[in-house]
């Protein structure tokens, strides 16, 4: 008795000294998670700038001289405008039959082009080339204040604040002009001051399932305020189409909802004209276009090219034939003009007798102008505002463009009244247009180097806080030496905070903020008070010999290896055509640890014969899993043509699917087999729970492809969608809340894979504790059996590891059902993928190794790319946010985002900890198993900074080149998010809630 009682205060002193050196380790690393998330904000405000908007309005008569900024009288009483969200141009241009249309969306919206060959006097169909990033509320600023956007504006797309520049709406609003509205709700969140209440109807528009609720109440509100009983109501009517657009984010362009959307719109288009009277403007125009799956945000062509068609029942229109020099043909059924969609302002502007917004860049269209007479004193009338403006920027007054402004000013008040010179007072001012336009964008182009400088700073000194704190943990594992780090960083970065403002007031004179040097002093205190105790307690030739074992890690083959990849990969930013071929690059390390695997698994003679072909079959089986990966892909546009995407939902997908909600956890089990694990709760979590969550996504996404098929839609089979779409919420929303929270929740408190085995004639000894539990139990009769010899604990040498990954396979399963079939497939093999590697670390003895944490980041970049995406904006899967609700509701649509992003990466964190655990038995020492566990999180957390800090440092360096927003901003972004995650996952998740769960329970009941 007095043993078992000595025995058990062991067990307990041993689990408060795990969980204040578990606490110890945890505050170190949230400091460090502060540090770079310090970097990434310093580099992202250097990098993303915005551009500085002035706040003047314009007015009909401005400056000393009297200048008239309005046209007067104006042309047209009332105007209409229809957006068409992502009215790709070609959807409304002809294809004859021998250039192959696509019967999707080619031909099937002739309205615009047939009215402007049948009427060309009366309308102008145009292409309208918007500026990246092709988000809706970037293009709404665009088409209304006349400005560029900046790159950092995509971000707000989902979160669009009351518009403050002077834009045409706000113009109509100052006189007195009713503006009536229905559609995206955008236009709500940005104009709705200048929108009158009464008539005022918004619909949510991120809701891209729903391709005919917005379409249907904007029709509910138009066809009624168009009719002449209501039309004194307003004096512009804005209606805001979604289907379409949403059409492409559902299902592609190639898909029967595209052609019934379009369909749709040219019949709605064709009533709209015959309600509206001579003296009304008709404006139909799409923001941006769609790629070939459908999305945008980026710079391709498809996504840059829209439409715009102006029509009038009134003659107004026609093509300047003396100005032919500025179009390409005036063959409108072959060649189109192409204008900016920033050139829509100065032209609604001036023909509703507005001034032009202050800030505007754009320019007036010409075929809208009656005659050279009117279209010279549009020109004269922007050129002006276009001055006035760039008079009150700071930056671009007094510049060469002033004297051509003089210039062109003299010119117009000398010959504005011969007609023989209004073709060259046109061009003059389009030169001067062009040229301002273009020194604008090199301006906002410019990099606050100072704030890049100071975030790449931030993220080496993070850099060598991490790879330092790795290889000194078996130091650090000494209490005191966790808590010295602790108050060495708390009283630094106090003091670092108390001295920012000192330095505030020493460099307020040349642009420092105070935001930037409290950000400075925390990244400072936070640095100093690591190094101080390191530096008081170790000399410099430790902290060398530390940094070198990093490096070399027992060196040998293996780590060299690992160094190698970290350094390849880090060379991969230093290319655009290597970040394109990213996931190319990342095949070729996986493959290649494969090999080397095999050959490790052949020239083995530690080992068994059965265990080297135990390893010969993992090492094959990791190599073909990760071929197969390779093969689901989502092709960038720059991959084409050599890249195929075959990233798509078809029957057999569907197939597959239901396949492996039986296969995998036949798989799984047969892995808990090898160490006699499959005991307990493995059955139930595995061959029930996991089977069961699988079989569930798996109805999810048939219903999802039944809703959408071509041939189940011919059969008519009588099935009610609405039911279909109740169903498919209730699928979704179950798996979640069973694999995120009951599953993770049983888990925390459920019993192990482990079962206790008695030989015949045995009983089990009572226990004396309060302790009533199946784990006292175990722990009782386990102790019994080392010292009688009568019963066995199956699953013993795996306890660890067996009841960790019941929680890795929690989190899977939510993340598949948020991930599209081949998706799902993807994670299934990179399930049996980290299988098998662990096995292969076992049976090769390198777990302890670099190029072990290395190999499990690999797979999480190769399946982040087989689940469909890229490291571009137009990849994220948006649509997935409506799985579990129909409106965007804060956290569920941004979870179901973020899992279905980042969830390889999630995966893998979570797997981290199965490298140390996997395989190996119960100690009395569990602080040296938690120490393992942390030197393999932060080796991650190392190559993750070590990518992340690379790509950071090859997007300053490629600032100014030509593809900059195209490939090295969006993967430095989600470089920065990457690292975000990491540290997030890896803290909370991983260690405080699953590593030190593990531990203290397997401790509390085998603690000898």
Known sequence: MMRQNQQQARTRIRQQKLKITFLGYVVVLIFFSILQFLGIGFFTQGFLLSRQVLPNIAECEEGSNGFGACMKPAKFDKAVFLIIDALRFDFVIPVNENENPNPYYHNNFPILYDLVQKHPDNGVLLKFMSDPPTTTLQRLKGLTTGTLPTFIDAGSNFNGDALEEDNWLLQLH?????????????????????????LNFPYDSLNVWDLHTVDNGVLDHLYPLLHKDNSSNWDVLIGHFLGVDHAGHRYGPNHHAMKDKLQQMNQVIADVINKIDDKTLLVVMGDHGMDSTGNHGGDSLDELESTLFMYSKNKKFHINKKSSDFYNTSDLGKHHRSVNQIDLVPTISLLLGLPIPHNNLGFPIDEVFGNDKDLSLASHKTVQQIQNYRNLYPELAKTELSEKFQYFITNYSQFSNNKKYFPEIIRQAKDYQSESLEH?????????????????????????????????????????MSFEFIGSVIAMTLLGLVSSFSVFIVLKPIGFTIKTCLGIGTALGITIGFWAPIMDRFSVNWLGHQLFDFLIYNFNSWSFMGLIFVVLHCLVFASNSYVVWEDKMVLFFITTFGFCCLYGCLINTTKSKPEKVLGITHAITFIILSRLTSMINLCREEQRPYCTPTFTTSWWSIILLHMMAYILPVVIRSFYHLSNSYHSAAPLWIGTGLKFLMFMNAVYWTFEYVENSDYFLTLNLGLSFSVMKSLKLAIARIVLFVALVLANYSWSRGPMCVKLELAEGASPVASESSESSEEQ???????????????????????????????VINFTSAIMLVTKPLGAISLNMLIIQILSLLELYDLLDIRKNLVAPIMFGLLGYQHFFSTGHQATIPSVQWEIGFMTTENITLPFTHLNIALNTFGSFIIVCLAIPLITLWKISPSNKPITALSQIITNITTLLSYQTFTSTSSFIFAAHFRRHLMVWKIFAPRFMLSGLLLILFNVTLVFVTLWFGTTRVLSQVNRIFGK
Request: aromatic residues 12%; glycine residues 6%; charged residues 15%.
């Open 174 to 198: 100052r006189h007195n002009k009713s503006v009536a509205f229905m559609g995206d709700d955008t236009w709500k969140a940005m104009f709705s001051d200048f929108i009158n209440p009464e």
């Open 440 to 480: 604008c964008k090199s301006l906002w182009a410019r990099f606050d180097m100072v704030s890049i400088g100071i975030g790449i700073t931030t993220l080496l000194l993070s850099l060598s806080f991490i790879i330092t704190y790795s290889r000194s943990i078996p130091s650090v594992r000494v209490l005191t």
């Open 777 to 807: 139990e175990i722990s009782d009769q386990s102790n019994q059996s080392k010292s009688q010899g009568t019963a066995s604990i199956l699953g013993y040498q795996n306890v660890y590891g067996s009841s960790y990954f019941l929680l």
